[in-house]
Nanobody, 119 residues
Framework: QVQLVESGGGVVQAGGSLRLSCVAS????????MGWYRQAPGNQRELVATITTGGNTNYADSVKGRFTISRDNAKNTVYLQMNNLTPEDTGVYYC?????????????WGQGTQVTVSS
């Protein structure tokens, strides 16, 4: 069974930094677009950043210039470096893997890691 396990969340003051990690297992990691999404209380889940198999990145406007997504295919891991955090960044951050495998579109989610930014 595919697993995506996030880590690195926590409580940080505004202006601080956190680095999230997501380790994937039982998938051919290099064949998947990886992404980070977040969900704040009362809000829908929203895109934060994605990185394709070729390393192309995409960011939500709200995090551009502050967050950086990267991947290490040798470690089956995707990272999210978050700098200059604000209270609006608070939420549960989810790792996502999506791709075409065996002729079927695949879409996997982790359990999420909580990020809380205090003012």
């Amino acid at each position: 069974q595919v697993q995506l396990v996030e880590s690195g969340g926590g409580v940080v003051q505004a202006g601080g930094s956190l680095r999230l990690s997501c380790v994937a297992s039982r998938i051919t990691f290099s064949s998947y677009t990886m992404g980070w999404y977040r969900q704040a209380p009362g809000n829908q889940r929203e895109l934060v950043a994605t990185i394709t198999t070729g390393g192309n990145t995409n960011y939500a406007d709200s995090v551009k210039g502050r967050f950086t997504i990267s991947r290490d295919n040798a470690k089956n891991t995707v990272y999210l470096q978050m700098n200059n955090l604000t209270p609006e960044d608070t939420g549960v951050y989810y790792c996502n893997a999506r791709g075409l495998w065996g002729g079927v579109n695949r879409n996997y989610w982790g359990q999420g890691t909580q990020v809380t930014v205090s003012s």
